[in-house]
């Protein structure tokens, strides 16, 4: 009897490892469709990191990273926008209120990649989320001044930013 309960437990034991393994050391696209199901804007998250090619490789921190990265590019990207439309401003009102829109996002981009990245690398994911709250706050406030011009750029920068928060809590 005892023989045949071993016989019968230990291809299950084989099949558990097996599946807290792959569970484990699960990375790639797989994981990417998990990582990024878990968001509020699953698209938007899968198709930022698969525009990189670490993701491939990549476990959930390597994907954190990236998102972290990919969240001081699409300020920077935004801060261009701002920029262009500051230069190009016909009066006062308008250009004060899209310099402040660049300053914050040119800003908090340097302070993702500085600092956010440091702590990130220190293993103090919960202090390298500070600089993307920041970035939560720059969008609200340019937000607010309604600049028709950057609608667009303010809707798409807040839903990686959602990504990008969503994801990095996963480490902490
Ligand atoms: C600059 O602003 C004017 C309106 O003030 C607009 O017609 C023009 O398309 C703008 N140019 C650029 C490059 O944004
Ligand atoms: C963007 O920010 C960096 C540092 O945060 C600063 O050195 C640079 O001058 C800023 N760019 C502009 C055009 O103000």
Same mark, same amino acid.
């Given at each position: 009897?005892?023989?045949?309960?071993?016989?019968?437990?230990?291809?299950?034991? /084989? =099949? +558990? =490892?097996?599946? =807290?393994?792959?569970?484990? @050391?699960? #990375? $790639?696209?797989?994981?990417?469709?998990?990582?990024? $199901?878990?968001?509020?804007?699953?698209?938007?998250?899968?198709?930022?990191?698969?525009?990189?090619?670490?993701?491939?490789?990549?476990? /959930? #921190?390597?994907?954190?990273?990236?998102?972290?990265?990919?969240?001081?590019?699409?300020?920077?990207?935004?801060?261009? /926008?701002?920029?262009?439309?500051?230069?190009?401003?016909?009066?006062?009102? @308008?250009? +004060?209120?899209?310099?402040?829109?660049?300053?914050?996002?040119?800003?908090?981009?340097?302070?993702?990649?500085?600092? $956010?990245?440091?702590?990130? %690398?220190? $293993?103090?994911?919960?202090? +390298?989320?500070?600089? /993307?709250?920041?970035?939560?706050? @720059?969008?609200?406030?340019?937000?607010?001044?309604?600049?028709?011009?950057?609608? %667009?750029?303010?809707?798409?920068?807040?839903?990686?930013?959602?990504?990008?928060?969503?994801?990095?809590?996963?480490?902490?």
């Amino acid at each position: 009897m005892g023989i045949k309960l071993l016989a019968v437990s230990l291809p299950l034991l /084989v =099949i +558990s =490892i097996a599946v =807290i393994s792959t569970a484990a @050391d699960e #990375k $790639g696209e797989p994981l990417i469709t998990k990582t990024c $199901g878990g968001t509020e804007f699953p698209d938007v998250c899968t198709s930022a990191l698969e525009s990189d090619p670490r993701s491939s490789s990549a476990d /959930v #921190k390597g994907l954190s990273r990236i998102a972290l990265e990919f969240s001081a590019t699409k300020a920077k990207e935004a801060a261009g /926008v701002a920029y262009k439309l500051m230069q190009n401003s016909s009066d006062y009102g @308008d250009w +004060s209120k899209r310099t402040t829109c660049f300053d914050g996002y040119n800003f908090t981009a340097d302070r993702i990649k500085g600092e $956010g990245l440091q702590y990130f %690398e220190e $293993g103090k994911y919960e202090k +390298s989320h500070q600089p /993307v709250n920041l970035l939560t706050d @720059d969008i609200k406030f340019c937000t607010s001044f309604g600049v028709p011009q950057l609608v %667009e750029t303010n809707t798409m920068l807040s839903r990686f930013t959602s990504v990008v928060k969503t994801i990095l809590h996963l480490l902490f």
